[in-house]
Each structure stands twice: as C-alpha cells, then as structure tokens.
C-alpha cells in the first residue's frame, strides 16, 4: 500500500512542478553517478594495462569530473527546489487552515477546539510539509531509479541486475507492514501531544490560580504524567523504526553482498572484465538509495498524514449557512427582534435553551437574567447567528433569520461581550477592527462617549499608543470600553452586553454602566448581567430558567411575583447590605 493521503493529495495543488522538478533533478544526479562509475570502473580497469599513458588518463579524468560536477550543480538546485517546494506547502497549508478557522463561527471553534486550531496549524503543517518535500518526489523516484539502474546493469552482470531489482520490489510492502504499525502509533501520538499541549497551555493560563489555591505542586505532577505519556509515544515509534531500518538494512546490505559475491565468482571465472566487476560494485549501492530515501521520507510523512487525519475533519467542516433571501416575511412585522419557540442544543450536550419565545422591540431595552448555566449567552448567541436554532424561528423587522446571511446580520447586531479580545498593536488599529476606513476624529468621537478619550489623549502616542500583547497594558475597564467603542463604530441598530462588566472594579463599572444608560437613547439594548440592580430600569426583563422562560415583565412586576427574579433580588440585596457593613467596620476600624 502507498502512503497516499486524500487530504493531503487534495492541497498539492500548485506544488507539483516543485516535485516534479525534484524528481528530475534526483534522476539528473543518477545519470551523472552511473556516468562517474563508469568512467572510474574502466580507468580503474585500464590501470592495469602496462600501455596506460597519461594521455589515455586524460580523456578520463575530464569526463569523471564532468560527470561530478554534474551531480553538484544538480544537487544544488535539488536543495533550492526542496526549500521552494517546503516554502510554498507551508505557506499554501497554513493558508488553508487559517481560512478555514475563520470561516468558523462560535459553534464551529467550539467543537473543533483552539488547541486542536493551533496544533493543526502550527506542528501540523511542520510535519505535512514533508509529504510534498520528501516523500512524493521519493515515491516517484523509488520507481524511475531502479528502472534506469536495470537497464545500466543488465547488460553488465545480468543475474545482479535481476537480483538487485527483485529485492527492491520486496522491500516496499515489507516497509509497508511496518509502515501500517506506525501509522497507528502515530495517531496515538498526535493525541497525547494535543493532550499535552493542551494542559500546559491551561496550566500557564491559570497559573496565577494554582498558585493561590496551593495547587501548582499537583498540577506540576499531572504534567509530568501526561509529558511522561507522550515521551512513552515517541519512544515507541522510535522502536518500530529501528526495527524497521534493522531488517531493511540487512536484507539491502545482504542482498549487495551476494551481488559482489556474483561478480566475483564471475571475474575468478573469467567471465567478466575487471570493469565491469567495478561497475556492479559501484552502481550495487546506488541501486537501494532511492528505496532507502523513500523509507526515510515515509517514516517522516507517517506524522503529516496522522497531522493530515486531524486537518481533514476540519477543512471538511460545513461553514456554510443557510440564507434564502426568497423565505416569507412575518407579517404583521414585529418592530425589533423576536424568537418564536427556540430551541438549541450544543453537540455532546443536553438542550441549552427550550422552547424559548420573547422579544426584543426597538429602541427599548431589554434584559435577560437568571442562574449561570440557563441559556443567557445562547440566546445571546443565537441573536448574533453564532449557530442557528435546532427548532423555532428568528425574525428580525419580519425578516426571517435565515434569509439573512450572517455578515449582513451583524451589520445590524453587534455585541459586547463578557471579556473584549484585543490585539497585539494600537489602540487605533483595535478599534478600526469594527470600520476599517474610520478616521481619528470618528475614533475619538466613539472614545469620547465611552469616556475614555482623556485617557487616550494624555498618552504620548494619543490613538497610536501601543496596547500590549492581547491588551496587557490596559485594564479591565478600559478593553471593555474599547468594545463599547467599537459596536458605536459599527453604528448597528442593536448591541447585545453579555456580562459586559462582570470582569471589570467597581469604578469602571458604574462608568461603562453610565456609558450604557447613554445609549439607550439611540439604541436598542439587550442586557445580559449578574447584577440585578443594573437592569432594573429594563423596559421588559426575561427570567430564564434551565433554559425556558420562566419569568417576563418590568421589574415591579416581577418582584410582586413568587419567582426566581425576586429570591435573585433579595439574595444580592442581602449579599450588598453584608459587604457594606463588612467594609464600614474596615472603615471604622481603621480609624481607631
């Protein structure tokens, strides 16, 4: 069997003229050393004429450093076309991948993963790579070689020719049965690895937690295990190339021992010329060079194809949506957002939300609250079309969701979300994320009623001040705002705040809630937040609860109700009224 891979063959579009010009090259070195063996095999043959001149050696000499230099300058541009073709398969692959994730909406990262993303992309690929560099352009070559070699052969020594060749026909299904046991080695490699890789890097992210709560011992002594575990993996394909290379080996050196063996017997016999004995001595290596380059390569393609298995189920990955501009339109229209018995379920998991109606009118502001886990941030998601609904309908101004592709949907939707993701470079080119063609005026405009212009102004660099690898050099308070800026940049009709200050202090808080309560006024608000008291003012509050509806009204209505919304309420009211007092008696103690 060959190493063929569908994925792989699939993305080796516009590398084939690298490998084919591999191939060539390979065979131009060949010719050029079966040039060379034949001219040193008849010089080394004529040295024992007693005629042997030095103008006879000449001629020799001149065609034997021809033939070398022939086999560097091929050679050469051997190495430039391999780094060209490696060039060009990771930059194509990457491309591939990178594309693909992009392509990926919430629910799309979700199942595949961001360690499995990164891995594919980045160790991935380094492996992949060599299937392109090494192992076609050896697989061809393994073919074309000993063919020429037979032929260069046959007429020399017959019975070594055939010997040679049938020898190397054995080798490739032998090589294949090892090949099959690290195959399956190999997969079981590349999910340690992601195992690995993924604890560690969880591990640093937390690090901070590990260290308060006295854990970072355990969890050192976890990693050592799982990096045990994977050296155990490497180890064992260490084992099965070593065996495969011993018995390879054995039966390639013992196959040229008998060939000089052969020749031999003949040249005591007096069968073969002492020339021709050279020649099947020089040319009896070269025969199983291209077989033992292509079981190298294999061994190296075994971990892109294993790479490749894992990229395969993300490139097949469906990332197109639904959209039918021609669905019926609701009528009478709902002036807002409304969702009509929805349901959602993540894959692997129980339903999210259930049967799920409520409605988001323009230009008043709604809220959405209940315990973590009801389905608060899913129907957040669900607004966005993140993922579209199992069950139910989605209208937006009576245009069915489905009718809507998603990049013209968040043209009019936009969020804020529990922890704003900001990126390595300025502050200007963050907020350009949301308008690409936004001037500084327009820039400041959204800082200034986010109230954070000031702070921008105050820096040396104003909107160029650099902001740190993810935002590093800003805090908390100020990446939401940033955030906030940018959905007034987008100028969507509707922003969603999932959480949009639960990772922030107290003061920032009631800054980015004074920044909200101002765009009441020009937008229709849907507020997802754990502290009740900041959406009291909600034109309809929503009670979710195990991911129905369980409660809906204003909040006098609610708290008159026997429901979850009041025992909410009374519950933060009691926890605010106990950490007042507890910061009073701080207060107090600290001026005695």
């Not at 020339?275 to 099947?280: I, K, L, R």
């Not at 209208?395 to 529990?418: A, F, K, N, T």
Request: proline share 3%.
């Amino acid at each position: 069997m060959l190493l063929l891979n569908r994925t792989l063959l699939r993305l080796s579009r516009g590398l084939w003229g690298y490998i084919a010009g591999i191939v060539a090259l390979r065979l131009l070195t060949l010719a050029g050393a079966a040039a060379f063996a034949r001219v040193l095999s008849g010089f080394l043959g004529d040295v024992l004429d007693p005629q042997m001149t030095v103008e006879r050696a000449g001629p020799a000499i001149a065609a034997a450093l021809l033939a070398a230099a022939l086999m560097l300058l091929s050679e050469l541009m051997r190495g430039e076309m391999e780094y060209r073709c490696t060039a060009g398969a990771r930059e194509r692959l990457r491309t591939k991948i990178f594309s693909k994730v992009l392509e990926l909406d919430a629910g799309g990262v979700e199942r595949i993963g961001p360690v499995s993303a990164i891995t594919s992309s980045v160790d991935g690929v380094e492996s992949m790579q060599s299937y392109y560099s090494q192992y076609l352009p050896g697989l061809l070559y393994s073919v074309l070689a000993p063919l020429y070699l037979f032929f260069q052969l046959k007429d020399v020594f017959l019975p070594v020719a055939v010997l040679l060749l049938c020898v190397t026909v054995v080798l490739l299904p032998l090589n294949n049965a090892f090949r099959l046991k690290i195959e399956r080695l190999k997969g079981e490699y590349w999910n340690t690895m992601e195992d690995l890789t993924g604890y560690y890097l969880e591990s640093v992210q937390g690090l901070t937690t590990f260290k308060l709560f006295r854990r970072d011992e355990e969890r050192t002594r976890v990693l050592e295990k799982k990096a045990a575990a994977y050296n155990d993996k490497i180890m064992d394909v260490m084992r099965v190339n070593f065996s495969s290379f011993l018995v390879t080996d054995g039966l390639l050196y013992g196959a040229i021992a008998v060939s000089l063996g052969l020749a031999a017997a003949s040249l005591l016999r007096g069968e073969m010329e002492i020339a021709d004995g050279m020649m099947v001595l020089l040319l009896s290596y070269s025969f199983f060079d291209a077989v033992r380059q292509l079981m190298s390569a294999t061994h190296a393609a075994l971990a892109g194809v294993s790479a490749a298995d894992k990229v395969e189920k993300l490139l097949d990955m469906d990332t197109s949506r639904p959209c039918d501009p021609a669905l019926p339109r609701e009528e009478p229209a709902f002036p807002g957002i409304r969702l009509a018995h929805v349901s959602h379920a993540y894959a692997g998991r129980g339903a999210a939300v259930q049967d799920v109606s409520l409605e988001v009118e323009r230009g008043k502001v709604t809220a959405l609250v209940g315990l973590s886990g009801c389905g608060k941030s899913t129907v957040a998601g669900l607004l966005l079309r993140f993922f579209d609904p199992k069950e139910g309908k989605i209208w937006l101004e009576g245009r069915d969701y489905l009718s809507v592709s998603p990049e013209e949907l968040r043209r009019h939707i936009c969020m804020v979300p529990q922890s704003v993701s900001l990126f390595s470079g300025t502050i200007a080119e963050n907020l350009r994320i949301a308008k690409p063609d936004a001037t500084d005026e327009e820039l400041l405009e959204a800082l200034e009623r986010v109230r954070l212009k000031d702070f921008v102004l105050r820096q040396e660099k104003g909107l160029e001040t650099d902001v740190g690898d993810a935002g590093a050099k800003l805090s908390g308070g100020q990446r939401q705002k940033i955030g906030i800026a940018r959905a007034l940049l987008r100028r969507a009709e509707y922003i969603v705040f999932d959480e949009a200050t639960s990772s922030v202090d107290r003061e920032s808080e009631q800054e980015i809630w004074a920044c909200i309560d101002a765009l009441k006024e020009t937008r229709t608000l849907v507020l997802i937040s754990h502290r009740l008291s900041t959406i009291a003012g909600a034109d309809r509050i929503y009670v979710l609860e195990n991911g129905r509806v369980a409660q809906s009204g204003r909040h006098e209505e609610l708290l008159s109700q026997d429901g979850l919304y009041r025992r909410l309420v009374r519950e933060q009211d009691e926890l605010e009224r106990h950490g007042m007092s507890a910061r009073a008696g701080q207060k107090g103690g600290r001026n005695a």
